[in-house]
Structure formats: C-alpha cells, structure tokens
C-alpha cells in the first residue's frame, strides 16, 4: 500500500490517477478498520480501542514526504501514515487491537501495548542495527500525552550531527543528515509543557523536524476554547515564524480535508527541513474525529447536532471521495465497487487475525483438557479436576488466562496423590510459563550482552594525586577522542566545562556539537539523548544535579526505560545519562530521592559510584554496553584527592557487582556514594570499641549485586545494617528487600536487620541542617553500638 511521492506534474495522467485511487484505497482501508476495529472492542474481543478515524488524508499526504532514513515520533492515532509507508497492514492492526503476543503477528509491541501504538524494526535478531537509511522509521509511540515530543527532537538533531560531525561512521544511520524527524501531535496535548520546550529547543538548535498538529477541536470531550488560547496554536506561536533576520519554524497552516494543499504543503515542508536544517510547524486544521475520542464513550455526548453536521460534511475521506469524482478519476459506481472491496479485504484480515491470536490458545486449551483426563483418573480428587476441566471446556474462546489459572488449580487438588501423578502437569504449568515470561516479562533490559569484565585501576609508584575531577575530564577527553559518536551536552556542560570542571577544556578541542551548551530544560536534554541514540550515537546527556532529574523522570520512566520492553527488543536507546548528587546542603540540591526514582525507571540501569575513578570506569563499561543508565556523581567528590591510574582508559567498573572495601567478622554495613566514605570512617571508629564491620558497596543499585555477594558477608557476620541518605521507605528498602527476600539473608541473622536513612524531609540549608537531617558518623555509630548493646549488654552498656 505504499504512497510514493510523486507529482501531477512529472508523471502521466493515467499514472497520478492511479496513485490518487490507491491513496484513497488506504484512507478507505484506515477507516474501515477503525470502524470494524470499535466493534470488536465493544463485542468483547479487544479491551480498548483508539483509532486514526478523521485523520486519513493529511497522514496520507505526510507519507509521501516521508523518507527512507527518516524518522516518526507520533501521536497514537496514525495508522493511516503506517499503512501508507507499508509498515502495517489489516491483519497487524487487528493483532495490535487484541493484544497477540506473537511478534510475527503483531510487530508493533508483541502485544504490550494497547492498539494504535506503532513502531518500526531497527535492530536485527541478535541486537544489532538494521541498516536505517534503507527503510522508514517509525519510534515506539507511548500514552502519555506530548510524551513524543522530547524524543523528536533527538531524532531530529542526530541529522545535525550526522551533517557536521566528521569520523563517526554513519553507513546504517544517515545520508549527509538529509534525514527528517516528522512528529505528529493532537491539537488538545499542545498543552502540555513537554510540547512547549520541544518547540522552544527545536528552534534554538535548528534541525530537520517537521511537527504536525492534528487539530479536531476537541481534547476528549473537551473544546480548543479551555485548551489552547485564541483556540489556535499556529496564532499564538506567530513569533516562531523565521524571516530573514533571524532563524525560526516555517509556520504552514493546511485544512485537513484538502487533498492537494495537504500534499504541497508536506512536500513544501520536507525540502525546507532537508535541505535548511529548520524545523516546520504544520497546523492541519478543520479536521474530525468521526467516532469520538475513544471506546470508552460516545463523542454525540459533548458535540452540539451543528458540529455533528459539520464532522459528515468535512470528514476528510468524503471530501476526498468528492474531489475524486469532481476531477474524474473514478465515478461513483467506481468507488462504491471499490469500497465494497475494502470491506470484504477488512473483514478477512480481521478474522485471519483473529484466528492466528485464538488458535494457539485453543490448542493449548484441548492440550491440558486431555492431561487433566489422564490424570483425574487416578487422582483422589477425580471430581474436582473433572470440574476444572469441564469449565474450561465450556470457554469459547479462551485466553491465556483461562487456561492457565485451570492448570495452577488443578495442582491444588494432586498434593495428596502421588508426586509422580502430578510431575506431567507440573511440566506442563513450567513449560507454560516459561513461555508466559517471554510474552510478557521479557527485554526489559538489553538481553544477552556480554558481561564486561572488571579492569581495576593500576597505579604506578609515584602516582599523582589529583582532584576527582581531572580524572573524570581526562577519561572523557580519551572517550571523544576515541569515539567519534559519542557526545555531551547539558546546562553549563560546554564553555565553562560543566559546573565541577569535569568537562574543562573539551569543547574547545572537541567543537560546540559534541560538548555543548543547553538551555534549562531537562525534559527535553534528555528527549535529544533519546533520539539521537535511537539513530546510533551514543550521547551523554547531562542533568546538572540529581534533583533537576525531577523534570526528566516522566521521560525516563515512560519512554526511555520502557523502550526495550514496548518493543520486545526491537529498538533500543544506549543513553547515558550524567548527574550528579548525594549530600549537597539544601532541600532542592539534597540529591537524595533514589527510593523514588528507583521505582519509577525499571529498564535502565541505575549507577552511584563512591569515587570518579569508580565513575570512568562505569563511562567505559557502559559505552562497550547497549542498555542506558543513570549514572550519579558524587558532588563532593570531585575536589577530594584521588590517585591518578595509568590505565584511566582501560579502567572497567563491573555492573551490577558489589564491592567490599572493608573486611569484617562482626557486623555488615552496606551503603553507596558519598555516605559509604561517611561508613568507612565510623567503620574505623568501632574497632576502637571491638568491632569490626565489614563495608560493602553496592556501586550499584539497577542490577543489584548479581552475585549476592551481600548475603554471603552476612553469613560471616550474621548481622546487617544498610545505611543511606534517603528517606525511611526508599533505597534503603530497596536494598534490603533484595537481600533478605532475594539472597534470603535471613537465614543467617543474629540480629534484626535494620536501615539508618535521613529524616523524612529533606535536609535543611546548611552544614547543621545536613547535619541534623542526614546520617552522620554519630548517627551510625550510635546505631551501631545499639546493635551491640542488644547482642552484649555488659560489653557494650547502654550509651544514651
């Protein structure tokens, strides 16, 4: 169903006609499934249906502008575009809308999303890039409205990188940078701040987007009027438009339902993003939503009968029709012969779709029914097993669910019998859920990546010590002189080297692209990080202080660390993201809310490493990895005294693995970042008083010690205290959840395990308000003593 793009101008009149036909035959084809598609959510079949109803045309008029190379960053209505760029078709619709786990059916999410979610294929099976150049690209689309938004924009500035940028090795991810990111977003999410600083970014940086807004009036059930002043984005975003003093958007205004305007100003939009590097703003108005927002309610509730009139009149796909007939490209009769056809090419697909997501089901259904037979017949509970399987017999069409649940039941009625009654069934749950997880558990990390192995510091003997930060600028001036695709940017990260120096000097031997000055907008330094690792860089996007994550972390958290796992493996984002935290006095630059974050980005990794030599070493591993991670500096470290190693480029810190940094008998202490030095010092303080801790450090926290290294400490010293500056309930629980209920430390405990966190605010301005609101040597070594005390009171009598 590919729409080519092709003009009346340069093609014959027999050969425009056919492609205006097969236009319209995949407007009629969107919307036929759309229709077919509510029934079947309202029939019971599929959960939920959002469909592109309304949007056919101008969807049709961007594919024909769209690329090879190119890249989309959408809005979860544009099925029309992805069957016009023949990336989906009426089967793959069909699939999305119930869910089928098979990749094969349903490329899009494998089913982990809910329908009208879209993405392309960039990575080949065992994780590497397909060639990007050579086919249209569609980015995962996520929920969350403007959430697309950040991500354009780093889709869009890898072209600038790709253009200006010499060495990096550019075979499978761009020509020249010609290519354009196209994002496509509802009228009511323009609204939403993550739309506001895209659009301000995206014209600062001048790049290839091209951003439509499909505007239908309505945001739900809610009119433009309490949405969007004067009830018109492209009026009130007038002082974007560029002109020949200054640079700015190309700002096109289009009616939604005008075939040919839609076309030109699509083709007008291209050539100015591809050839000038400056982003276009298309406002495609007048258009309709012809079944409302969504399944879940009728749009007859909240539009007046004039605008209902107005929707049947102005629906693009009648208007379309008409200017068929009107220019004579078919007649009536034509396109009554051909919509009839559609139909019945819909409602096949619908039903091989339908069979190919219920028939595996089904077999699985008549698979244990006949095990169960089997084994009732010599269970001690014949007839609830019987029953079991008669019930599920009687389920018609049967999910996953249903058959599983039956099995899990069944097994509750052979504990009596024999155990070796009960093994084939016990198999079969196993083999069952095996499968279960690969549907739905699988990738959320990047799946079979070699493990990295550790390559410790070496010092020479007259070793220099040096501020922690000339190790972390030297080791970053080995990365981007080594490795032309990797690049850094964020607030203060370029002219002045980032506030703590790490980056001194860099952009003036690097130039301003790869270590480069961004405005105050975390949202959206992290949507460029995004994009441009989609496209195979390997950005390094810098939020300046653990706090300021705050404006990022729906990003990472919807879009980032979901995208391995939305896709099932088939794209990926590498990004790292640099910060810094832990200790800094003051409630807004406490940089302490890890237990939050923690639960809100599973799907990166998390890193807090105690030193800057422990975070070069993470910056090497991860840049030999695919997965994107968090890592956290310490902000007081980087002016204490660290020794510089000889082999800062080949240092490797090992992910996901512990280490001990102090050997003890007595009692293990586990904690990370700034606070493990605050350990170590009171670790050394006991043994003035007979005890002797063992220190550990996680180093980190997203995977967490995979060798469960933890547990085998505590079953020396069957004692554990985790330290932390969080809050009471944040990654303090978190480790200690792992560890008792993970590694089952439990087991070897002598004393109740317990956490030292921070107060439950925040720490107060100043050294006493760090003080008095985070754990301090004092602290932990009274709550260690206390311990003690328990365990041995005439040797350890009570201190306060």
Not at 112 to 130: A, I, P, V
Not at 326 to 344: H, Q, V, Y
Request: a negative charge; glycine letters at 8%; proline letters at 3%.
């Amino acid at each position: 169903m590919q729409s080519e793009t092709q003009t009346k101008d340069s093609i014959s009149f027999e050969d425009f006609k056919a492609q205006v036909l097969g236009d319209y035959r995949i407007a009629v084809t969107s919307r036929e499934c759309s229709l077919l598609g509510r029934r079947e959510v309202l029939t019971g079949k599929a959960k939920f249906g959002i469909f592109g109803d309304g949007k056919e045309v101008p969807q049709l008029a961007m594919a024909k502008a769209f690329k090879n190379g190119d890249f989309r960053s959408g809005y979860y209505r544009d099925q029309t575009f992805m069957m016009a760029i023949n990336e989906l078709n009426i089967e793959q619709f069909f699939a999305g809308l119930y869910a089928d786990s098979n990749i094969e059916n349903e490329p899009m999410s494998a089913g982990r999303q809910m329908g009208g979610h879209f993405s392309t294929h960039s990575l080949n099976e065992d994780g590497s890039w397909k060639n990007l150049i050579q086919q249209k690209n569609s980015s995962a689309d996520i929920s969350p409205t403007a959430g697309q938004m950040p991500r354009l924009l780093g889709l869009a500035q890898a072209s600038k990188i790709y253009r200006n940028v010499e060495g990096i090795d550019a075979d499978k991810f761009s020509k020249d940078g010609n290519e354009v990111a196209w994002g496509t977003i509802g009228n009511a999410s323009t609204s939403e701040g993550h739309f506001w600083e895209t659009l301000n970014a995206a014209g600062v940086l001048q790049v290839p987007m091209v951003l439509s807004v499909w505007d239908d009036e309505y945001g739900i059930s809610v009119h433009a009027r309490h949405q969007t002043t004067k009830e018109n984005i492209s009026e009130i975003v007038k002082g974007f438009q560029r002109d020949e003093d200054n640079k700015g958007y190309e700002i096109i205004k289009v009616n939604g339902w005008d075939y040919v305007a839609l076309v030109e100003a699509y083709e007008k939009a291209a050539t100015i993003a591809r050839k000038d590097h400056s982003p276009v703003l298309i406002h495609v108005k007048e258009l309709t939503q012809p079944q409302g927002h969504s399944t879940s309610g009728s749009h007859e509730r909240y539009k007046s009968e004039q605008r209902l009139n107005w929707e049947r009149e102005y629906d693009c796909n009648v208007k379309f029709r008409e200017w068929i007939i009107s220019n004579d490209f078919a007649t009536d009769e034509d396109l009554e012969n051909l919509e009839k056809e559609i139909k019945k090419e819909v409602r096949e697909g619908k039903r091989k779709a339908w069979e190919n997501y219920s028939n595996p089901m089904k077999e699985k259904q008549k698979e244990l029914i006949k095990l169960l037979a089997e084994i009732s017949k010599s269970s001690q509970k014949k007839n609830e097993i019987v029953s079991l399987a008669k019930d599920l017999k009687g389920i018609k069409e049967p999910l996953k669910k249903d058959v599983f649940s039956t099995a899990r039941k069944s097994l509750r009625f052979l504990v009596q019998d024999e155990p070796s009654l009960k093994q084939e069934l016990l198999d079969w749950i196993n083999t069952y859920e095996d499968q279960a997880k690969d549907d739905y558990s699988s990738h959320l990390y990047i799946e079979n990546q070699a493990d990295i192995e550790e390559v410790k510091p070496q010092y020479a003997e007259e070793a220099q010590e040096v501020d922690g930060r000339i190790i972390l600028r030297d080791n970053f001036d080995h990365i981007f002189g080594n490795k032309p695709e990797t690049l850094i940017f964020g607030e203060d990260s370029g002219e002045i080297g980032d506030v703590n120096q790490g980056l001194e000097g860099l952009q003036k031997k690097y130039g301003k692209l790869r270590v480069a000055d961004v405005g105050i907008r975390e949202a959206t330094i992290l949507g460029q990080g995004i994009g441009m690792s989609m496209r195979g860089l390997r950005p390094i996007a810098e939020i300046q202080y653990l706090d300021y994550l705050m404006y990022a972390l729906q990003g990472i958290s919807d879009d980032l660390s979901t995208l391995q796992y939305r896709t099932k493996g088939k794209q990926k984002a590498p990004l790292i993201i640099r910060t810094r935290g832990h200790r800094l006095e003051g409630i807004w630059h406490s940089g302490s809310q890890m237990g939050g974050i923690l639960n809100l980005v599973r799907g990166i990794y998390v890193l807090v490493p105690r030193n800057m030599t422990k975070a070069a070493g993470f910056y090497n591993t991860l840049l030999e990895q695919d997965t994107p991670a968090l890592l956290v500096e310490c902000l007081n470290g980087y002016r204490l005294k660290e020794k510089m190693p000889e082999n800062l480029a080949e240092i490797r810190t090992p992910i996901g693995k512990v280490e001990t940094v102090k050997e003890g008998k007595d009692i293990t202490l586990v904690s990370y970042g700034s606070t493990l030095r605050i350990v170590e010092q009171t670790a050394r303080e006991l043994e003035d008083f007979g005890i002797n801790a063992e220190v550990i450090d996680v180093q980190s926290l997203l995977p967490f010690d995979l060798n469960h290294d933890i547990v085998k400490s505590v079953e020396k010293t069957n004692r554990l205290l985790v330290i932390d500056e969080d809050v009471p309930g944040g990654a303090s629980a978190f480790i200690l959840d792992k560890v008792l209920n993970e590694q089952n430390a439990y087991r070897f405990l002598d004393s109740k395990p317990d956490t030292l966190t921070a107060k439950e605010h925040r720490p107060a301005y100043g050294t006493d308000g760090d003080y008095f609101s985070k754990p301090s040597s004092d602290d932990i070594f009274e709550k260690i003593y206390s311990i003690f005390h328990e365990v041995n009171p005439e040797k350890y009598p009570k201190l306060r």
